[in-house]
C-alpha cells in the first residue's frame, strides 16, 4: 500500500512539470499495452509521436542483460519507424542534417523566396501528379489537351520531358536530398514555378531563383523549427507524413485538404516499360551519357535502374500508396474514362503558406546537439556547432 502511494505521488509530481511517467512492474513489460498508452495521451502533437529515444542505464545493462535485450528489440518493433523509413535514415542521416543547415545559411544570401507550406484549400479540384516513367509519353497529348483543368504537381525528375514539350506545372516538387537531384534540374528552367521542397533537400535547389515552398517533414530539425515558430512568431506550421516515402505520396498527404479533390496519376509504375525505365529528358540521361556507346545503348544502361517486376523497397512504397486506411486514393489519367473538371473560372490558387525565418544556425545546432535518437549525425552536428559559434 505504502509503494502505491508512492508511485502515485511520483506520477503526480511529475505530471505537473509535464512530464508522463509510467512505472512498468512485472517481468516483461506488456508492449501493446504500453504504446497503446502512449498513443492515447490527449497533450502530447501528433508530430511528436514518431521520433523516440531509448535511454538504458549503464548498471541494469550490466545486471539485466535479458531484460535490456529484450526491452530493444521490443521498443525498435513497437515505437520506432522501420523496413524502408529506418534503411532510408541510416543511409542519409549525415546528409540530411548537412543540407539542412547549409540551405539555412544560403536563405539570406540568395536573392530567392522563401515561404512556409500550411495547406491547400478549396474544393473541387482536378489535382495531377506526373512522375517520370515512361507511361508519362503515353500520357502526353491528353496532359497537353485538358492541361488548364489540373492543378499539376511535377517530381523534378519528369521536368526536363515536361518543359521542351510544353507543359508548364505550377509546382515543381523535390525531397531528394542527394547530389543526383542535381542533374534533373540542369536546364533552361522557368523562374516563375515554385518548388516545394524542404530545408533538407537537394543544396541546389536552393542556388536556383525559384521561390521554395518549404515542407515540414518531421525531422528533428523541422520539429525544433515548428516549436520555435509557434512559440516566437506564433505562426503553426503543420506536419506532414509520407508513408510510401516517394514525391507521389507527399503531394497526396499536403492536398489532402482540399474538399472533393479528384487526383490523377501520370508517370508512376515503379516498373521498367517499353524496354526503359523513365521517359526522355530525365537527369538519369545526363549522368549516364559518358557510359553510352554504340555497343551499351542508353536505354541498357538506365533499365537497371527499374525491372519488370517491383521489388524490395519499391513494392513496399506501392504497397502503401494503394491502402485506402492511410492514404487517400488515386486514379491513373489513362484509365480514367470520363473526367468532370471544374470550369477555368473556378480553378484558383489553393496554397496556404505564410512568410518567416527559421531559427538561427547556433539555436539549430543548439537544439539537434540535443538529441540522441540516431537520425541527427553528432559529428557532423559538432562541426556545424563549432561553426555557428565562432
Known amino acids: 500500500m505504502e509503494f502505491q502511494r508512492e508511485i502515485t505521488s511520483l506520477e503526480d509530481s511529475f505530471q505537473s512539470k509535464g512530464i508522463h511517467l509510467f512505472l512498468v512492474t512485472g517481468t516483461y513489460p506488456n508492449w501493446p499495452h504500453l504504446k497503446e498508452k502512449i498513443k492515447n495521451l490527449p497533450d502530447v502533437a501528433g508530430s511528436l509521436q514518431s521520433k523516440w529515444s531509448l535511454y538504458i542505464s549503464p548498471s541494469y545493462e550490466r545486471i539485466f542483460p535479458e531484460l535490456i535485450k529484450d526491452c530493444q528489440s521490443n521498443f525498435q518493433s513497437q515505437f520506432l519507424l522501420r523496413d524502408i523509413n529506418k534503411n532510408t535514415i541510416q543511409h542519409f542521416s549525415k546528409l540530411w542534417t548537412h543540407n539542412y543547415l547549409k540551405n539555412r545559411t544560403r536563405l539570406f544570401f540568395n536573392d530567392t523566396s522563401i515561404q512556409w507550406f500550411q495547406s491547400f484549400s478549396g474544393k473541387n479540384t482536378s489535382v495531377l501528379f506526373l512522375g517520370a516513367s515512361p507511361g508519362l509519353e503515353i500520357d502526353l497529348p491528353r496532359i497537353k489537351k485538358d492541361r488548364n483543368h489540373f492543378l499539376i504537381f511535377a517530381s523534378d525528375t519528369a521536368i526536363g520531358y515536361l518543359l521542351p514539350n510544353g507543359v508548364i506545372p505550377d509546382f515543381i516538387v523535390s525531397f531528394d536530398s542527394g547530389r543526383g537531384t542535381t542533374y534533373h534540374l540542369l536546364l533552361d528552367l522557368p523562374k516563375q514555378i515554385p518548388i516545394i521542397t524542404w530545408l533538407g533537400g537537394s543544396s ?72 526503359k525505365s523513365h521517359c526522355k529528358g530525365t537527369g538519369y540521361e545526363r549522368f549516364y551519357l559518358p557510359d553510352t556507346n554504340r555497343k551499351k545503348s542508353l536505354e541498357f544502361t538506365t533499365k537497371r535502374l527499374y525491372s519488370g517486376d517491383r521489388k524490395g523497397k519499391n513494392q513496399i512504397a506501392w504497397d502503401r500508396l494503394n491502402q485506402k486506411q492511410s492514404l487517400p486514393g488515386f486514379q491513373f489519367l489513362s484509365e480514367a474514362k470520363e473526367i468532370s473538371f471544374p470550369t477555368i473560372q473556378d480553378k484558383i490558387d489553393p496554397l496556404q503558406v505564410f512568410q518567416g525565418f527559421p531559427p538561427s544556425i547556433a539555436d539549430l545546432a543548439k537544439w539537434a546537439d540535443q538529441d540522441h535518437s540516431g537520425i541527427i549525425h553528432k559529428k557532423t552536428l559538432n562541426t556545424w556547432l563549432r561553426f555557428s559559434l565562432s
Do not use: C
Request: without cysteine.
Open 204 to 275: 541546389y535547389i536552393f542556388e536556383l531563383s525559384n521561390p521554395k515552398i518549404l515542407v515540414n517533414t518531421g525531422h528533428p530539425l523541422d520539429q525544433i523549427t515548428q516549436h520555435l515558430f509557434l512559440n516566437h512568431l506564433g505562426k503553426p506550421w503543420p506536419h506532414y507524413s509520407n508513408p510510401s516515402l516517394n514525391l507521389l505520396g507527399m503531394v497526396l498527404s499536403i492536398t489532402d485538404s482540399i474538399e472533393d479533390r479528384q487526383f490523377f496519376v501520370s508517370g508512376v509504375s515503379f516498373l521498367a516499360e517499353r524496354g
